[in-house]
């Protein structure tokens, strides 16, 4: 799949040198069997998911901005950069309970999101609001942030965050990580027998057929919304404790030692 995405791209690129007239300077057919370009077998990719033990394992045993950031994505079925892209005051409503994805962070850097179908509002239950009302009380910027107010980067929290905890859970040998969430999200809301155009909707998928335009009204009944995400709920167990430190990021809790005792 890296492969095909890698080629697609140079294609793109080869179609995009035109003349004045807007015609291609490198018109071609591509023979893809000739080039060897490797067919992409979906039952043949590995789309690991967390369960509900995981994810609770792994909210309960980070800290700080990570467990809100953590139980975001599994609650939500946010991209990672579109929760690092939400702003406090713009993209959260005052009762934390409705996100209004507008934007996608990558490498720091603010753009739009991934697709036109990714521009949503998505619900969460009082659970998850809760959570996020009591992380950051500031009225602006980002929701998570670096010590600079910058948006904070994925490898960073991939490195620092995530992939220890997966290390000391034994989960990253099975190739687990940001969309293992989202993965988890989209299997509690099937389980739980979410309408097929809310879950797209707050997934950020395309719609397939006629039907699903004519059915996208739904999307526009808030209240609708809002009371199946409060029946659907987490699927996990937040941890009990609502103490949330919001210190540098990253950063283990400072332990004090005794200084060493002359022989």
């Known amino acids: 799949k890296t492969i095909v995405s890698y080629f697609q791209v140079m294609k793109a690129v080869v179609a995009s040198a035109v003349n004045k007239e807007g015609e291609q300077l490198h018109s071609r057919n591509w023979n893809l069997h000739h080039i060897g370009l490797p067919i992409v077998n979906e039952r043949k990719q590995r789309k690991p998911a ?4 995981e994810v609770e394992q792994i909210v309960s045993t980070v800290k700080g901005r990570y467990r ?12 990672p950069g579109e929760a690092l892209g939400l702003r406090v005051g713009e993209h959260v409503s005052p009762d934390c309970k409705t996100l209004y994805i507008r934007q996608s962070v990558w490498n720091g850097k603010e753009q739009d999101p ?7 509002d998505v619900d969460v239950c009082s659970d998850l609001a809760v959570m996020l009302k009591a992380y950051d009380r500031r009225t602006n910027g980002f929701l998570f942030h670096a010590d600079s107010g910058k948006p904070l980067l994925q490898r960073n929290v991939l490195r620092d965050g995530l992939n220890p905890i997966l290390a000391k859970l034994n989960l990253k040998q099975d190739g687990k990580a940001f969309h ?9 809301l099937r389980k739980n027998r979410v309408p097929w155009d809310l879950e797209k909707f707050w ?7 006629v039907t699903d335009k004519y059915a996208s009204q739904l999307r526009e009944d808030v209240e609708w919304r809002k009371d199946v995400a409060e029946k659907t709920g987490l699927g996990f167990v937040l941890p009990a404790s609502s103490e949330i430190s919001i210190g540098q990021l990253g950063q283990p809790e400072m332990i004090g030692s005794e200084e060493a005792k002359a022989a």
Do not use: P, Q, W
């Open 203 to 209: 997934i950020g998928h395309a719609n397939k057929d």
């Open 50 to 53: 967390y369960v509900a033990t």
């Open 68 to 79: 809100v950031l953590f139980a975001l994505l599994a609650g939500s079925g946010l991209r």
């Open 114 to 120: 991934k697709t036109e179908d990714a521009v949503r």
């Open 180 to 188: 293992s969430f989202r993965r988890f999200r989209v299997m509690h």
